[in-house]
């Protein structure tokens, strides 16, 4: 006859097998796309970057898991809109049908890199017009900056990426490029653009502190996940996780 205590631990360990086996059926992987962007997304970078870092313990928190496509970044942004994946991150707000947003990531400050020998004269944005202005292909800058390159008024030249912008404006055939502050404290330790970094400096005046967010499909998929994600950022603070991870960053670069 089996006896009492066998009987509650034999109970005990069905009921652990079948909340494994629920948390199994109900674990999902989440697929999205993004691109080279250290340290915030990155091919080489510890489990991706700190942002796909930030969106893995949002989904930890229901059991799922994260699928990263690292890709030039026009194509990142093509590959969800088709419905190959159900979005891509890191992406400011921005006004779109195509896509729903995350509540926030983490948040940095963007602004202008010039020459040290030709700092810009910024009193007010329009000021800028004066300027040939470097941009990166498809990204989002701020809205007065993109509204003003949309209705002519901004000159302004694209390239791939930052590598490809800070080596234009170092070479003078730019005048200032809009950056991610974080992205070029990263950038200006590579090699090559270290070789030139003593020939410019960030303003010291930001123009925006931009939000980051995963860009999820406007669909019943892309709203499922948007929850999930949204759930899972409640539980911990994005920030203080992003911003120890640049700290920490910062400290390896220096040597």
């Known amino acids: ?17 079948v909340i494994l086996l629920s948390a199994q059926l109900t674990a999902d992987t989440l697929e999205l796309s993004t691109l080279e ?18 969106v893995q313990q949002a989904l930890s928190y229901e059991g799922h898991e994260l699928k990263v ?3 030039p970044w026009n194509r990142a942004i093509r590959v969800a809109k088709k419905g190959g994946n159900s979005g891509y991150f890191p992406e400011y707000l921005n006004v779109t049908n195509d896509f729903i947003f995350s509540n926030s990531l983490g948040s940095s400050p963007i602004g202008l890199l010039q020459r040290r020998s030709t700092p810009i004269k910024l009193t007010v944005l329009s000021d ?11 990204y989002v800058n701020t809205d007065e ?7 002519g008024r901004q000159p302004f030249e694209e390239a791939n ?5 800070i080596l234009k404006l170092a070479a003078g055939r730019i005048d200032a490029i809009v950056i991610d502050y974080n992205v070029y ?11 030139i970094s003593h020939l410019l400096q960030l303003n010291s005046k930001p123009l925006a502190l ?12 892309g709203r499922k996940w948007q929850k999930v994600i949204n759930r899972g950022l409640s539980q911990f603070d994005a920030q203080q996780m992003m911003d120890a991870y640049l700290i920490e960053s910062s400290k390896h670069q220096g040597h």
């Not at 006859?1 to 097998?17: D, P």
């Not at 800028?128 to 498809?138: E, S």
């Not at 990426?161 to 912008?165: L, V």
């Open 1 to 17: 006859m089996v006896s009492m205590l066998s009987r509650h631990k034999l109970a005990y360990n069905i009921g652990a097998i």
């Open 37 to 54: 962007w250290p340290p915030f997304t990155g091919v080489n970078l510890i489990e991706k970057g700190v942002t796909s870092q930030i």
């Open 69 to 71: 496509s690292v890709l």
């Open 128 to 138: 800028l017009n004066n300027y040939t202005l470097g941009v990166v292909k498809g």
């Open 145 to 151: 900056i993109d509204n003003m390159i949309r209705d």
């Open 161 to 165: 990426d930052e590598r490809q912008n």
């Open 185 to 195: 404290q990263y950038l200006q330790h590579e090699p090559k653009i270290a070789g």
């Open 210 to 221: 931009k939000s980051l967010h995963i860009a999820f499909n406007n669909n019943d998929q």
